[in-house]
């Protein structure tokens, strides 16, 4: 299994960017796929799931800003960031294979078995 993520970069407060998560080697159509952060010196924290049913679930500090979706061949992941803010910078990574042991709540990271590399998201004022 192999996730490789791409569209992090610099951008200013208020800014946008979109990015993906490149999924290979990977069959199952039942299991969670997520996507998590880190900041500098902080925790790994989940940012929003989506299910086979494209049921999405967001951290409350994304919410409204951030929006997660995938191809209908689960290949590609996608995340689009709007408004975003200095606090949401950090490395940010995707992940497969989720069974989430909570409802409507974020990730977990215990709860997925496969992580990319990440790609780094850098917010400025």
């Known amino acids: 299994v192999r996730l490789v993520e791409s569209g992090g970069g610099s951008v200013q407060s208020g800014g946008s960017l979109r990015l993906s998560c490149a999924v290979s080697g990977y069959t199952s159509t039942s299991r969670f796929l997520a996507w998590f952060r880190q900041a500098p010196g902080k925790e790994l924290e989940g940012v929003a799931s989506?299910?086979?049913?494209?049921?999405?679930t967001n951290a409350d500090s994304v919410k409204g800003r951030f929006t997660t979706s995938k191809d209908s061949a689960r290949t590609t992941l996608y995340m689009q960031m709007n408004s975003l803010e200095i606090d949401d910078t950090g490395m940010y990574y995707c992940a497969a294979d989720g069974i989430p042991r909570g409802w409507g709540v974020p990730p977990i990271e215990y709860e997925y078995n496969y992580y990319g590399q990440g790609t780094q998201v850098t917010v400025s004022s």
């Open positions: 989506i299910d086979s049913n494209e049921t999405k």
